[in-house]
């Protein structure tokens, strides 16, 4: 089991690198290349960039938990209460994330209209979706291991 959750942990490693780097260099310059370009949105620059900081810092606790899990897999405790909490973090921070990017709607909107591109704002869209699909996933997840501790804590008591 050890080599399937290194390769896992591996992975959450590789996810939080580009997303680091995203957040240091692109985000000012995206930020400041969207007001350079709509002079209208710079009162919303400073707000955007907060946004995408909250969410990456969203993102990063989502990475930290399941990392986590994956350290209780390797202790044999994955059905139990740590696992539990982690998995309802996973669940509060990727609707974090979906409620951020359901307010930034109106900038995506706004940047898609005086472009004439509609899939900016399906851009938005996609990604408070993808944020709602992980909180439903980890709402599953957590109904799953609520029942396993529920029928371990039974058999604890039947013994």
């Not at 050890?2 to 959450?12: D, G, M, S, V």
């Not at 938990?65 to 350290?71: E, G, P, S, T, V």
């Not at 509060?92 to 951020?100: H, P």
């Amino acid at each position: 089991m050890k080599k399937e959750t290194l390769l896992l942990k591996l992975a959450i490693i590789a996810l939080t690198v580009p997303i680091l780097a995203i957040c240091i260099v692109l985000v000012p310059r995206l930020a400041t290349g969207i007001t350079e370009e709509y002079p209208a949105l710079v009162p919303f620059k400073y707000p955007f960039i907060l946004a995408i900081y909250a969410t990456a810092l969203a993102f990063f606790g989502i990475l930290y938990q399941a990392f986590r899990i994956l350290a209780l897999i390797e202790a044999n405790q994955a059905f139990s209460i740590q696992s539990k909490v982690a998995i309802q973090r996973i669940k509060f921070g990727a609707l974090s994330i979906a409620v951020i990017y359901g307010l930034t709607l109106p900038l995506f909107y706004y940047v898609a209209d005086h472009e004439d591109a509609p899939g900016i704002l399906v851009i938005g869209l996609v990604l408070a979706f993808a944020a709602l699909v992980v909180a439903a996933f980890a709402a599953v997840l957590q109904k799953l291991v609520n029942n396993a501790l529920e029928i371990k804590s039974e058999m604890d008591l039947t013994v």
